[in-house]
């Protein structure tokens, strides 16, 4: 007999479960971010059946193993089609793998899986599940950026129990989720995007990809900070989290890997976009290094980003203020760092910095 519906109170950013409602959250010290849901508690036999073999072994019963006699036979990963995007997943897709990937709207999340897809459908089976655009959007973004599209399935559909359903029919090797936020189970009660919805899909879809060997790519949300969005639950389940990043006046996009279980973490990859889609930028530095003659104000120094180095460019200026007050302004500099340089110049030049205007601007090549 299925027990009754309970009610909690979560956290909307960190997803900590309280027994009632308090204005600031314990764990996250956030303010008013602490909503009630209704959880429908399903029968226990069941619970423990979806649950089961959340980490690959999949069937059975459970038992000890000793360390010495698990096999290390390791899976060979795939190639995503693209140099930046392997790099950054430590050397290509790896089979059962769950990845989660995030980023501003706009900022190309749909179209780099879109692109890889299409690509690997050539060599492999691959799903693409969209929940946020109809069918006939995606073939009209894909005719645009000239993909070959003969071989790639699609599939609308926000269910996860029907979609994991087709996708044990099809047998995919890879599969794209767009999007985590609209996805929802049928036995839990409340609306797609909560916290319960996108903790329960998510472990989901991570046990069947385990299980299953396939490969699940998850888009996700940010928050304005430039967070993923859902509780960290989210990303404490899934193998590998990355970030899709550019700004609104710039062409390029940066792919940076946050968590990754599978390789190092902070890897970056470096993309730009075109009529033709995102083409990955082998060598960020030859864009600097294209550039006219250094003038007065301009210094490039080089940074470590992952396992390469880049080449950036520092600008500074000074100016002789007009009030009481100089302002001193950095812009991609940590606050901290910048003082600290600005205090060097001070005392190593004897430079009367309270009468002049600062301004220094870090930019990436």
């Not at 385990?210 to 888009?219: D, L, N, S």
């Not at 006046?249 to 009529?275: I, P, Q």
């Not at 083409?279 to 294209?290: G, Q, T």
Request: proline letters at 3%.
């Amino acid at each position: 007999m299925a027990k009754a519906a309970k009610r909690a109170f979560v956290c909307n950013e960190c997803g900590a479960d309280y027994p009632r409602w308090q204005g600031q959250c314990s764990a996250c010290q956030a303010w008013n971010t602490i909503t009630e849901v209704r959880l429908a508690a399903s029968p226990a036999a069941a619970r423990n059946e979806r649950f089961s073999g959340y980490a690959g072994e999949n069937g059975g019963v459970s038992k000890v193993q000793r360390l010495s006699e698990i096999s290390l036979e390791e899976l060979p990963r795939f190639s995503t089609g693209f140099l930046e995007f392997d790099r950054v997943l430590g050397g290509g897709v790896v089979p059962g793998s769950a990845i989660l990937i995030g980023g501003s709207p706009g900022a190309g999340k749909s179209t780099l899986l879109l692109q890889t897809l299409c690509k690997l459908s050539e060599q492999m089976k691959t799903l693409y599940v969209t929940g946020e655009e109809s069918l006939q959007q995606v073939a009209m973004r894909a005719h645009r950026l000239g993909l070959p599209t003969g071989n790639l399935n699609m599939l609308s559909e926000t269910s996860i129990e029907q979609i994991c359903l087709i996708a044990e029919q099809e047998q995919p090797k890879l599969m794209v989720i767009d999007s985590i936020q609209v996805m929802h189970m049928a036995d839990i009660q409340s609306s797609p995007g909560s916290v319960a919805q996108v903790r329960e899909t998510a472990a989901y879809l991570t046990r069947f990809a385990k299980t299953r060997g396939v490969a699940i790519v998850m888009v996700g949300h940010v928050t304005k900070d430039g967070s993923l969005a859902g509780p960290k639950v989210l990303e404490h389940c899934i193998d590998c989290s990355i970030l899709l990043d550019g700004d609104a006046d710039s062409r390029f996009r940066t792919l940076r890997s946050h968590k990754n279980r599978f390789g190092a973490v902070n890897e970056l990859g470096v993309f730009a976009m075109t009529e033709q889609g995102l083409r990955e930028v082998s060598n960020p530095s030859a864009i600097f290094l294209s550039r006219g003659e250094v003038t007065s104000g301009s210094s490039v120094m080089v940074v470590w980003e992952g396992t390469r180095p880049l080449l950036v460019e520092i600008q500074a200026l000074v100016d002789h203020s007009m009030m009481s007050n100089p302002r001193r302004v950095a812009v991609g500099w940590s606050r901290t760092v910048w003082r600290s340089c600005w205090r060097c110049c001070t005392v190593t030049a004897a430079c009367r910095w309270r009468i002049r205007t600062c301004s220094s601007t870090w930019s990436a090549a």
